[in-house]
């Protein structure tokens, strides 16, 4: 059984980018947390980056598809700006029944009043914001509790 992680727009420089708000791990440090948080669950990681919106839909409704055809449990997804902009990233997670756990590494409600709304979290089954790279095993892990309570 898979578990998705999808990151968005820019978080292929995570470690480089404003390493004052996001930390210097770098994205294939996050990958291998995820990784450990998978295996520590029985469970297969497929961990993705990108930075065109499109790919995201198209991602979202394949685990969307993999869930339903029992292959996978659901996604983790940090869209990064998308996140405050995207209506198509918000009815494709709706549109795709997709259980995702929706991440920001950063405090976004510290932050600028931009990022303070979320087109994914109202359809969202769980938000972890503030944890820094953290949040993506904490994403993971209560992905599974929510998912498989009896095994958690
Ligand atoms: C982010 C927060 C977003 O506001 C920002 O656009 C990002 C990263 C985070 O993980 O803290 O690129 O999603």
């Not at 359809?123 to 095994?151: H, K, M, N, Q, W």
Request: hydrophobic share 45%; aromatic share 6%; glycine share 10%.
């Amino acid at each position: 059984t898979t578990v998705f992680v999808f990151n968005g727009p820019n978080l292929n420089l995570l470690g480089v980018r404003r390493p004052d708000v996001y930390g210097t791990t770098v994205l294939a440090d996050v990958e291998a947390l995820c990784r450990d948080e998978c295996a520590r669950h029985d469970l297969e990681l497929d961990f993705r980056q990108t930075n065109h919106e499109g790919v995201l839909v198209d991602w979202v409704q394949e685990a969307g598809a993999a869930v339903k055809a029992g292959t996978a449990l659901g996604a983790v997804l940090n869209a990064a700006a998308y996140t405050h902009t995207s209506v198509a990233l918000h009815d494709a997670v709706e549109g795709a029944e997709l259980p995702t756990i929706e991440v920001h590494v950063s405090n976004v409600h510290g932050r600028e009043t931009f990022r303070h709304h979320s087109y994914v979290s109202p359809v969202a089954a769980g938000i972890v914001v503030g944890f820094g790279v953290t949040g993506y095993a904490l994403a993971i892990d209560g992905l599974v509790r929510l998912r498989r309570p009896s095994r958690s």
